[in-house]
C-alpha cells in the first residue's frame, strides 16, 4: 500500500509538457492530447447495469470517456476489444474512438493503449488512475492521442458497485471449465464426435476465451490464437472421414434388430461427410443411393434381410408362397401371428423356439410339435398380436409355443 501511494505521489507531481506544475488536492482529470495539456472541468464516474464502469471528463463541448468492463482495480486493454473503449469528442463533436480501426493507409497494426484502474475507494465513492491511448475517427484517417493521462478521486455520480465484480480469475477459471467440455466431444474413447455437441461447446470455449482476453488481456496474442484456430467450430474433413469409418463398421455387422438404426446412423454420418469435404467424383453420393434403411411392411424385418435366396430381387421372396413377396407380407410364415410379435430376444433379433433351424417368424409350426401355430389358437381375438393366446395349461406359456 506504502509503495501505491508513493507511486501515485510522484505520478501526480509529474512536469507535464505545457509547463503547468500538477498538484491534486482535489478531484482532477487531465492528459497531454497531442502534447498539448487538456485539463477538464468536470468529471464523473458511472456504473452501468452490466457492471461496466465509464469515467468521464468534459471541457467545454469537448469530452474525454473511459469504459472498462469491471469494476477493480486492474489495467485493461483499450484498442483492441469493443467493449473496452476510450473516446474523445472534439468541439466540433467528431467522434475518436479506439473501437475505429486506422485504415490501412495509415497503420495495419492495432493502435493499444491502457485505462488503470489504480484505486477504487468505496468509502468516498471515487476513482482514481491513469490512461493513454490513440482514438481513430469513423474513416480511420484522423486520429487524436492522448498521453500521460490521469484522473484522481473521480466521484461516482450514478450506478452502485456490484457485489462480485467480474474478475481475470473469474474468467480463466470458466475458460477452463469450457475447454475439458469441448474437448470431452472429441475424446478418444467416443465412438463418433457429434457435431453438434461439438459446435456447442466450441462455441461456449471460444466465448470463454473471448471474456478471458477481455478482462485478464493478451499482450502476446496467445488467446486470439487460440479463438482464430477455432474458426466456425465444424468439425474437420479428418473427424467427418472418421466417423464415416466408424459407422461403416457398425453398419456392416449391423443384425435384425439393430440394421435400421445403424443404417440410418451410416447414412446421417455420410451425408455429414458429404457437407463437411465435399464428394467430389459422386462416390459418397452413390453409397447413399445404395443404401436401403427400409423396413416396407413395418414388420420389425429390414427389406434387405427379406432377400432370401440373396439375388438382390425382393420381388421373388415369398416364405409362405401367400402371393405376397416377404417385404410387403407382415406375417411371413403366414402362421397368423404378424412378424412383428414373433419371438424376438432382448436386442430384437428373431428367435427359434423349436430349434429346428427355422426362427419362429419364418416357422409356421413355431414349436414344432407337428400342430401348426395357426391351429393351437394362438391369436383368438384375430388381431395378429399373439398377447392373448391360448395357454391351456395356465404355466405362462402360450400352447404354440410349448410343444407337450
Known sequence: MMKKLILLSLVFLTIFSCGDEVKFNTPAFQGDRENQLWRASGFTASIGANGFLTITGTKNAESVKLTVP???ESTFIVGDIDIIEAQYIDALGTTYSTNN??????SIYPELGEVTIEEIDVVNNTFTGTFRFLAFDAAGLNSVGFTNGIFFKVPLVSGEFPTNPITCFDVETEAEIALLAYEATFASDLDFVNSDAYLAACNAYSNALINQRTYCGDANGALQSIIDDLGDCQISCEIAEA?????????????????????AQY???????????????????????????????GDSIPDVFEDFNGNGDLEDDDIDSDGVPNYLDDDDDG??????YESKDENGNPMDTDGDGDVDY???DDDGDGILTIDENADPNG???????????GDGVPDYLQPN
Do not use: F, H, R
Open 243 to 263: 466417423n464415416v469409418v466408424e459407422a461403416n463398421s457398425q453398419y456392416a455387422t449391423a443384425t435384425i434388430g439393430n440394421y435400421i438404426d445403424k443404417c
Open 101 to 106: 480501426k486506422p485504415d490501412e493507409s495509415v
Open 383 to 393: 388381431d395378429g398380436n399373439s398377447d392373448d393366446a391360448l395357454d391351456t395349461d
Open 335 to 340: 402362421d397368423g401371428v404378424l412378424t412383428q
Open 70 to 72: 469491471s469494476v477493480i
Open 267 to 297: 447414412l446421417l454420418y455420410l451425408q455429414e461427410q458429404i457437407d463437411i469435404c465435399g464428394d467430389v467424383d459422386g462416390s459418397i453420393q452413390a453409397e447413399i443411393e445404395g443404401l436401403n434403411c427400409s423396413d416396407t411392411d
Open 362 to 364: 419364418l416357422d409356421n
